[in-house]
């Protein structure tokens, strides 16, 4: 039976999807199958964005007023939401980013330690 991931865990990951979604949303309006794909792609398709994880993650962004979504046409000429980056959102991207990059910086000097 696979054991259920820790809170922290989660939050973690659930922090990390909503850190790529806001920069995809900086390039621009998507919908959710392009922030999956851009996200997929981006990686070399290590991450794979499950629609069950996606969504979720979108909705949180829009109640925390960091993305807003509207309606449009998609390249299949399909009715799609699209989502956009807000001002607070692109703040919020600064703000992870930098809390990100010294999460990362923190845990290569544990893994990779100075040598005397």
């Known amino acids: 039976m696979p054991k259920r991931q820790s809170p922290i865990q989660s939050e973690m990951l659930q922090g990390t999807l909503d850190m790529m979604v806001l920069k995809i949303l900086l390039l621009g309006?998507?919908?959710g199958h392009t922030i999956a794909h851009a996200i997929e792609h981006g990686s070399d398709?290590?991450?794979q964005v499950e629609h069950?994880?996606?969504y979720p993650a979108l909705h949180r962004l829009e109640d925390r007023g960091w993305v807003a979504s509207f309606w449009g046409t998609s390249e299949n000429n399909r009715r799609a939401k699209y989502y956009r980056l807000t001002p607070l959102g692109r703040n919020q991207l600064t703000a992870q980013t930098k809390r990100w990059e010294q999460l990362v910086r923190?845990?290569?000097?544990?893994l990779r330690p100075a040598e005397d």
């Open 29 to 31: 309006p998507a919908h």
């Open 45 to 47: 398709d290590v991450l």
């Open 52 to 54: 069950g994880s996606l």
């Open 106 to 110: 923190a845990i290569g000097r544990v």
